[in-house]
């Protein structure tokens, strides 16, 4: 602690003042906001994959399994895709096969991230969650040595377990994509986890 102090040099006995030393800009208090983790499209950022974009004819719906490792929340749901348009995303409850959120994203530019608020949902490792996103362009990317991609993918608070797609008039209205593809993952569409 640095002493401000009335008395002589050398003499700060009773200090008017004390300043403590700043703490580090690391250093997190109680209070401060915990990191934001983009799982989904953080598989965009690996290292050797060949990433592709590609505008479909038709619309497909595209989705990942997943489980967070911690309770936390899921405050967004979020796309990044290669076209614009108005899409709809959901996140799922897998384990009840059912929707929990459902939002409407609206990209203006192509590459752009765009994330929609919603009330929080509470989730924990116990359950396995679906993101899923209905678009008529993605992202294709895959592994350079041509490899499949092993499931499932660590990140630093979730477990992506499966990538799933199907076009859309394959499948029943209200349906999580059923085809798993490991060779080529579609990381359009993702959710905003905290950890609590």
Known sequence: MVCISKAKPNECKTPDLLIAPRRPACYL??????????PILSLLQQSSIVIDTVAAPVEWVYGFT?????D???TKIGMKLPVTGTFT?????????????EVTLIGASVH????????????????????SI???????????????????IQTTGTTILSFHE???????SGIFPLTINQQELSPCVDVVFIDQ
Not at 29 to 38: A, I, S, V
Not at 89 to 101: C, F, G, Q, S
Not at 166 to 172: C, E, G, H, N, V
Request: net charge negative; aromatic share 10%; charged share 35%.
């Open 134 to 152: 209905t678009a008529n362009g993605y992202y294709k990317i895959s592994k350079a040595d041509a490899t499949p991609f092993a499931f499932p």
């Open 72 to 74: 936390g929340i899921i």
């Open 29 to 38: 208090q109680k209070d401060d906001p915990k990191p934001e983790e983009k």
């Open 112 to 131: 752009q991230e765009v994330f929609e608020d919603f009330d929080d949902v509470a989730v924990n490792e116990a359950m396995t969650l679906g993101v």
């Open 66 to 70: 997943f489980k967070v490792k911690s």
């Open 89 to 101: 995303a959901k996140l799922w409850d897998m384990d009840e096969n059912k929707v929990i959120r």
């Open 166 to 172: 199907d076009k859309l008039s394959d499948i029943p």
